[in-house]
């Protein structure tokens, strides 16, 4: 299987895969990070859905973090993203104006929780159902099996959270 978007073989003399060492893994990382890379700019550019909030990486990684962590604080929230606290306070008042974030207080006046709204949840299944048909389409096109697609996404899920800070 081969597109107009995969890089050329190793060796294809104009550098692509040229990195210290020539370490075969290394190239083969290099190429994974390249491949995830271009179908975020998918999935996030062309393919993103109308009945979506359009939103900035930071406002995204916010977002992402609150929909798995409901309750969290700004604090682990800003942990979790790598943001410093001063860029999350910003990220955090454009999704409140927006209507994507609420804050609530906690067992004290101190503690704030973040949840998402409802138009936060409705607009991340918009996300989510798009990207599934685009994503079984492309699959369906390529014949990848049901047990590789699984593998597939336990893989992604290992990098993501070797990733992470």
Do not use: C, K, Y
Not at 56 to 76: C, D, I, K, Y
Not at 119 to 127: D, F, I, K, L, P
């Amino acid at each position: 299987m081969t597109s107009d978007t995969a890089p050329p073989p190793a060796g294809g003399g104009d550098g692509w895969a040229a990195l210290p060492g020539g370490d075969p893994d290394a190239v083969r990382h290099a190429d994974v990070a390249d491949h995830v890379a271009a179908i975020a700019r998918e999935l996030l550019g062309r393919h993103f859905p109308h009945d979506a909030v359009p939103l900035t990486a930071n406002e995204v990684a916010v977002l992402r973090f609150v929909h798995r962590h409901p309750g969290a604080t700004s604090g682990q929230a800003a942990a979790a993203t790598g943001l410093q606290r001063s860029n999350l306070s910003t990220t955090l008042r454009a999704l409140e104006r927006q209507g994507l974030i609420e804050r609530t207080h906690g067992e004290d006046a101190r503690t704030v929780r973040l949840h998402a709204t409802d138009r936060a949840e409705a607009s991340t299944r918009a996300v989510r159902r798009q990207w599934s048909g685009l994503v079984a389409q492309a699959l369906a096109e390529a014949d990848v099996a049901e047990e590789d697609l699984a593998t597939t996404l336990r893989v992604l899920a290992a990098l993501e959270d070797g990733l992470r800070p």
